[in-house]
């Protein structure tokens, strides 16, 4: 479990066209098996240096493992890949704001609000770099604007209850 105050990560989903390689390196990460996973990506990055899935994923192993400024740099080469990724734009920020560095997370929030608007964790994460930039009436308004009008609608990986 990330420290407290530690933002969500977004999970990654497998695309079905996968190598079967990449798709044991996911697997791995989904088992917590970090070490394992982080392996697996380097070996898919010796074969396909361009390969925007393995960079993304071990830029969020890295995160995980808190080499923070080591996950920013992997994760912005993969975005540089192939930018339309709303999960990787949203790792990268929770990179950035673990580094304290919210004003450079913002961007990434917004592209990844912008590729997926009802992308609940982006808007929290917008919200909570904002106030910690001491914006607290943009922050506040973010909230209500996001959640406010459209909070039924939003993506939570979270909240799985049954009704």
């Not at 990449?22 to 898919?44: D, N, P, W």
């Amino acid at each position: 479990m990330p420290p407290k105050g530690t933002p969500r990560r977004a999970a990654a989903e497998t695309p079905p066209a996968l190598p079967e390689k990449l798709r044991q390196g996911l697997r791995l990460h989904q088992q917590g098996k970090l070490t394992e996973a982080e392996q697996i990506y380097r070996e898919v990055l010796r074969d396909d240096p361009a390969c925007f899935e393995a960079l993304h994923m071990l830029g969020v192993v890295a995160l995980q493992t808190r080499k923070t400024r080591e996950s920013v740099e992997l994760i912005t080469q993969a975005l540089q890949l192939n930018p339309g990724v709303a999960a990787a734009h949203i790792n990268l920020a929770s990179a950035l704001i673990a580094l304290t560095r919210f004003a450079e997370a913002l961007p990434s929030l917004e592209k990844a609000i912008a590729l997926k608007p009802d992308f609940a964790e982006a808007h929290a994460n917008r919200a909570a770099a904002l106030n910690a930039l001491k914006r607290h009436d943009q922050a506040l308004a973010h909230v209500f604007s996001s959640f406010g009008a459209r909070g039924s609608n939003m993506t939570r990986r979270t909240d799985r209850r049954k009704t």
